[in-house]
């Protein structure tokens, strides 16, 4: 893309091109701003740089699987369901950008245009009430400076140009949104959801929510993009734009308007603070390849580099006004970061529908529970709840039995069903605590002289008795449901890999004890805003990604509108 602009100076700067900063970017830039997005990674463009996206199982060397030496020397990316020989180019490999590990913690991260938008699991449900208010009901972090009525509109909005596949269930907890037709179900979680909405007040199985284009608006096909194939290759990057990513949609989107520079391969070390204009002026960075330092300016700065580099790059963005940090007057930058706990699953095998089955193998997505507990009333000895998923799907059984021509035959022969396979992974809400914490290492600095991001982060017993009552509560509804073979599983996984990082740099009513105003403005910075996962108050229980999209929509918007006003 051409530079449009040679003397460095924008409108806007947007710090990552992922879930939160594409939107950002669409937003500056459709409102008529210069807007530069700088992305550490290299570029991707939608189709041309999905290598392997139609690639058929028997063109990959190792069918799939990664080689075991480059799992021995990626101890933590490893770990990740969707590493796989069809995706492993968009991954962080541990060795290329190292962490320390205070606490064993798996921070997987996706390097390039599109961020971690190309592989994320595309599930999305809007935030309730019953989450904005926990905090101040249930006594932790702090309370969030808005509520639901605050995004509904703004939900909307992304969900309408986005496209999000769903019903409208009704329920209190789980708000409905702007929906395309849903997907199918199985025949057995249609079963369950019938079993739990006779048997248990208050509980609901629901279609999962996804952002696939089951049936494009207008406005899909005027982003060039096409209806959901149900090809199940969705990590690979999809050419036809059936699920949303940043590359498919808000960017390009972006770069029509003519407003739009984008910068890959621009590592940011920080945002330059002006103590005479007592603001952020614009921000430095170290060019990927050649390591030379470059500076940008603009009145607008959206940090949106993932959560755990955004509480990094405000970090290491010290100046004699802040020294402990941009904004970090009262020492909480990198304090109360909370995750998803993803560790606990339940599995069982059901004998009905023995005449059924279910085609096209993995789906984006399946039945999904809502939280239930600890809604109304405080019910349990732990702080608010976990949703769940549940799946349930039958697989053909090959007989691999035998050698040579017996073993041939076997293989030839019509494959036999199994029994209805089901599961649950449960989907916990973490306290934030002080305790966990992200810190910059004195001394260790990466390729690009930027500290060494030093991570402090565990479960704790909120943690524990969630997931034993998810146990109880599951084998329960399991065992009077019919299904057979109930066994539970707890991972003891470290926290990271829900991919779901949050907080360090939270919203709040108060500069005291918050970093943020309702508008995702640093309360000491007001000119540098913050609108992906490291603004979170709290947690919840849904999948993030909505919530961090519909904040930056409304925070870019707010920002326009400051800026024509002369207050940024």
């Known amino acids: 893309m051409e530079d449009i602009n040679k003397n460095n100076t924008f409108d806007a700067i947007v710090i990552g091109s992922g879930m939160s900063g594409g939107w950002a970017a669409k937003e500056f830039c459709e409102k008529g701003l210069k807007t530069l997005v700088l992305e550490r990674g290299r570029n991707v463009e939608h189709i041309k740089d999905y290598p392997t996206t139609n690639m058929m199982p028997w063109e990959f060397k190792h069918r799939g699987d990664i080689p075991y030496e480059i799992q021995k020397n990626n101890p933590v990316v490893s770990r990740c369901y969707a590493f796989r020989e069809d995706a492993q180019h968009f991954f962080v490999k541990d060795t290329e950008h190292p962490y320390i590990q205070e606490k064993p913690f798996d921070w997987i991260r996706g390097y390039q245009v599109g961020g971690k938008s190309l592989l994320w699991a595309r599930q999305t449900q809007r935030w309730s009430d019953f989450d904005f208010e926990g905090p101040k009901r249930d006594g932790f972090a702090v309370d969030w400076p808005i ?97 949303f990513s940043s590359n498919s949609s808000t960017l390009p989107w972006a770069k029509k308007t003519g407003n739009l520079m984008l910068r890959p391969f621009s590592v940011v070390h920080s945002i330059i603070y002006d103590d005479k204009k007592k603001k952020a002026v614009g921000v430095k960075v170290i060019d990927a390849n050649t390591k030379e330092s470059k500076e940008y300016f603009a009145p607008i700065i959206f940090v949106n580099a993932g959560a755990f580099n955004t509480n990094l790059i405000l970090l290491n963005s010290k100046s004699e006004r802040f020294p402990n940090g941009l904004g970090n007057d009262n020492g909480l930058l990198g304090k109360y970061v909370a995750f998803h706990n993803y560790r606990a699953s339940i599995y069982a095998t059901y004998d009905g529908f023995q005449d059924s089955t279910h085609t096209g193998g993995r789906r984006p997505t399946s039945a999904y529970l809502p939280r239930f507990k600890n809604l109304y009333k405080q019910e349990t000895d732990f702080l608010r709840g976990y949703a769940s998923t549940f799946i349930a799907e039958k697989w053909p059984i090959n007989n691999y039995e035998g050698i040579g021509d017996t073993l041939k035959e076997n293989l030839l022969d019509e494959p036999s069903l199994s029994s209805w396979q089901i599961k649950s992974g449960m989907m916990g809400e973490t306290i934030p605590k002080e305790t966990n914490y992200l810190a910059l290492d004195p001394e260790k600095k990466d390729a690009w002289g930027i500290p060494l991001l030093r991570i402090n982060i565990d479960y704790d017993d909120n943690d524990e008795k969630m997931i034993q009552d998810f146990f109880e509560t599951m084998t329960d509804m399991y065992t009077k449901a019919g299904f057979k073979n109930i066994r539970t599983e707890d991972t003891k996984q470290a926290p990271g890999l829900d991919i779901h990082h949050m907080g360090g740099v939270r919203m709040g009513k108060d500069p005291e004890t918050s970093l943020l105003n309702k508008w995702n403005q640093l309360h000491n910075c007001p000119n540098v805003f913050v609108t992906d996962g490291a603004c979170m108050t709290s947690t919840a229980t849904q999948n993030p990604s909505l919530t961090f999209m519909a904040l930056a929509a409304r925070a870019a918007n707010y920002a326009v509108e400051q800026l024509k006003k002369g207050e940024l």
């Open 147 to 243: 509520r639901y009525k605050d995004l509904d509109a703004w939900y909307s909005y992304v969900e309408k140009f986005a496209g999000i596949s769903g019903n409208k269930d009704g329920l209190p907890n789980l708000p409905d949104g702007e929906f395309l037709p849903p997907l199918e179900l199985t025949c057995v979680e249609n079963y369950f959801k019938d079993f739990v909405a006779k048997n248990y007040k208050g509980r609901d199985v629901i279609y999962g929510r996804c952002a696939h284009l089951t049936k494009p608006e207008p406005i899909h096909f005027e982003q060039g993009r096409v209806q959901c194939q149900n090809r199940s290759l969705c990590q690979r990057g999809c050419p036809f734009g059936g699920y």
